[in-house]
């Protein structure tokens, strides 16, 4: 029996479930990371039904949270960058061809605590900004070993490394590329996608990916299956993890989000539906984040809809349990003690919401 606590004012359920099976590939004989599931408390929330200016949320490409916890979503069009600060929201972000111009904006992530990297796919390079909007760097990716160019960032949760997924590697296969922020280095690294992870014919696109602080990195796969690995910075096998769960039907209005994304249009049902898988994957290739205790959240579609599920596992792969927040969320980040997660609500209004990663308080030994 799952026992459930219900926290209805902030939206959450929490529910300790039982371990999983995992396979160890050099753990140790200490046994699975002893470490506690934490809770989320809301500290922020922003939304804008109709409004101009800087606090219109726009269609958003990308959501990153710096080390302080500060949120930055990157959108479709000028401008793209916004920065939600407690006090303020500050937007930049002019499109066009030049230096510190964007064009075709897909990726964004913190380095360290002052500066924004955004990969852009038709010029072609990874540009640094300050976190005004003033240009600092920009490099064409041909010219450093993100080759040809990182469809997706992820930094860690105090920014000082970010790990890059690229379509291609060396003779074509997938890979990705280690980005050490502190030191501004764009070549620390590159590791190849495990052949596990990657059935014939699919890109690194499809691979869900994250990096700890600590040099943790987490592969996933969750289009049909629920494949997760654990690799050293070394590229070495740590630990991974399979779990046979069914996965939830899409309902007709996410069908319907799905047949618009891929150009198929909102209308109603359609030859072209038999392309579209009708069950939801387990976690998109966004889906994968660490916290500072490295503990490994995923943001599933095991919840019911309308709700969003993140499985939380410790640094080995052991399920601390879930946690059930109210909104379906499309995107989230952690960055520091903070959690913050966008989505449109049931009048397809965009939100930005964020929580404090809270920690269980122990309890005192009974005298």
């Not at 990153?64 to 972000?93: N, Q, Y």
């Not at 620390?188 to 014919?201: C, H, T």
């Not at 618009?260 to 387990?282: F, K």
Request: with cysteine; aromatic share 6%; hydrophobic share 40%.
């Amino acid at each position: 029996m799952v026992d459930f606590t219900v926290n209805r004012a902030r939206g959450l359920r929490v529910s300790l479930l039982p371990a999983v099976v995992l396979a160890g590939l050099g753990c140790g004989s200490d046994g699975p990371a002893h470490s506690a599931l934490p809770s989320l408390s809301v500290s922020s929330t922003w939304g804008c039904a109709a409004c101009s200016g800087p606090e219109e949320l726009d269609a958003v490409l990308a959501l990153a949270v710096g080390p302080d916890g500060t949120p930055a979503l990157l959108g479709r069009s000028a401008p793209f960058v916004r920065i939600f600060r407690k006090d303020s929201i500050i937007a930049w972000g002019v499109s066009g061809d030049g230096p510190g111009e964007l064009k075709a904006p897909i990726a964004m992530t913190w380095t360290g605590r002052s500066r924004l990297r955004i990969s852009d796919l038709t010029k072609n390079s990874l540009l640094e900004f300050s976190l005004e909007g003033e240009l600092i760097d920009e490099t064409a990716s041909s010219t450093t070993e993100l080759i040809p160019r990182p469809f997706s960032m992820v930094a860690s949760p105090d920014a000082s490394m970010a790990i890059a997924s690229e379509s291609t590697g060396p003779g074509g296969g997938p890979r990705i590329t280690l980005i050490d922020s502190i030191r501004g280095n764009l070549e620390v690294r590159s590791v190849v996608v495990p052949a596990e992870l990657m059935p014939p014919g699919r890109s690194a696109l499809f691979v869900a990916h994250a990096v700890s602080q600590h040099g943790l990195v987490a592969l996933g796969r969750g289009l049909q299956g629920y494949d997760i690995i654990l690799l050293g910075l070394d590229g070495r096998a740590v630990a991974s993890l399979r779990r046979d769960i069914p996965r939830r039907p899409r309902t007709d209005a996410e069908m319907a989000a799905v047949r618009s994304l891929i150009g198929h249009g909102p209308a109603g049902p359609s030859s072209t539906d038999r392309a579209i898988d009708p069950e939801n994957p387990h976690f998109s290739m966004n889906g994968l984040r660490f916290d500072t205790l490295d503990r490994l959240w995923i943001l599933t579609t095991h919840g019911e809809p309308g709700t969003s599920d993140f499985h939380v596992y410790d640094s080995e792969l052991s399920l601390l349990g879930s946690i059930t927040v109210d909104f379906p969320l499309s995107h989230f980040d952690i960055g520091g003690r903070s959690l913050a997660g966008y989505y449109l609500d049931e009048l397809g209004i965009p939100n930005l919401i964020e929580w404090t990663i809270e920690e269980p308080v122990a309890k005192a030994p009974a005298m």
